[in-house]
Structure formats: structure tokens, C-alpha cells
């Protein structure tokens, strides 16, 4: 890791957010690539997704507004990813890097097949 490629990644990751509002996956497999620790890649994406998605949220709260029903949902799913970071934290711990990468690449193909096969899709209007 270098702050050369830093810069380049997040500025890759910010094109990612905007064209398809995923700006996770470049940062990913960037500290892979890198052999970043697994505790390094958990706390750098946190703190990534943290920040990102707040200022999304604010700048739609601002611009647009969120609908009732979407706080609702966000507020149901809470628990949820609560009980998966609780989870996570011990499995990540046990996982050797090796390991560790090969499930976010495999979760990364799965992520990324499933958003083809979403765009392959008819169109909708919000």
C-alpha cells in the first residue's frame, strides 16, 4: 500500500459510487491485492462504508427527502446486520488470510453476478 495507489483506488472507488453506487468492491480487492491484514481490511472497510454511506444518506435526506417506508425497512434490517457484524467478528478472526480472501472474492463474484443478472431485467420508474 502506498499513497500513490491510495489516491488511485479511492478515486476509483468514488467513480464506482457514482455511476453505480457500489464503492466497496475496488477497495476490496485493492487490500487484497496488498496482503493487507484481515483486522486491517475489517476496520479500513467500516470506517470506509461508515463515512460513505453517511454522507449518501445526508446528501439524499437534504436533496430529496426518504420515504417513511424506507426508515421503517432500514430500521427492521438493524438487528439484522447488528447479529452479522456479532458473528463475523469471531469467524473473521478464525479465517487465515488465504481464506479470508478467497471468501470475499467469492462474495464479491456473487455480488457482482447477481447485479448483472438485476440489470439484465426490465427497467423501473421510482
Known amino acids: 500500500m502506498r499513497p500513490g495507489r491510495d489516491l488511485a483506488v479511492g478515486a476509483i472507488s468514488g467513480t464506482a459510487t ?3 453506487g457500489m464503492a466497496g ?6 487490500l487484497l491485492l496488498a496482503r493487507a491484514p484481515a483486522p486491517t ?9 461508515g463515512i460513505v454511506y453517511a454522507a449518501a444518506l445526508l446528501s439524499r435526506a437534504v436533496a430529496v427527502g426518504i420515504a417513511a417506508s424506507t426508515w421503517i425497512g432500514a430500521g427492521v434490517l438493524i438487528p439484522f446486520a447488528a447479529l452479522g457484524a456479532i458473528a463475523g467478528r469471531p469467524l473473521g478472526d478464525r479465517l487465515g488470510v488465504r481464506a479470508f480472501a478467497m471468501l470475499a472474492i467469492v462474495l464479491l463474484a456473487a ?8 440489470s439484465t431485467g426490465p427497467a ?3
Open 18 to 20: 457514482v455511476l453505480v
Open 25 to 30: 468492491p475496488p477497495v476490496l480487492i485493492y
Open 41 to 49: 481490511v475489517r476496520a479500513t472497510l467500516l470506517s470506509f462504508f
Open 111 to 118: 455480488a457482482g453476478l447477481y447485479t448483472l443478472a438485476a
Open 124 to 126: 423501473t420508474r421510482q
